[in-house]
């Protein structure tokens, strides 16, 4: 089954919503279940197409620091929680 192309444009100041400009794109092949999966997450959501939302994933994943995770306080509260309960901190 033939990969199809998505996409993306190069990481920017802030993650955008809307379909890549035409300026610089590359192109990348997804397998197709890989699109079919995005396109189930998508929607509903604010992004208008699988290349604006892999644009925006992947612009999130570069922003990051290498080797850090980004937990939200909550969600750090409820994983030391659940930690606690199964005795591996106290």
Do not use: C, H, N, W
């Not at 279940?33 to 699988?50: C, H, N, Q, T, Y």
Request: aromatic share 4%; hydrophobic share 35%.
């Amino acid at each position: 089954m033939p990969s199809p192309d998505v996409s993306e444009t190069p990481a920017a100041g802030s993650p955008r919503r809307d379909a890549p400009s035409p300026g610089s794109l590359r192109t990348l092949r997804l397998p197709e279940e890989v699109v079919r999966a995005l396109e189930l997450r998508m929607r509903g959501s604010s992004f208008d197409s699988v290349d604006a939302l892999v644009a925006y994933i992947l612009g999130r994943l570069v922003d990051q620091p290498a080797g850090t995770t980004v937990f939200s306080e909550d969600d750090e509260r409820v994983l030391k929680e659940r930690l606690r309960s199964l005795g591996y901190i106290d």
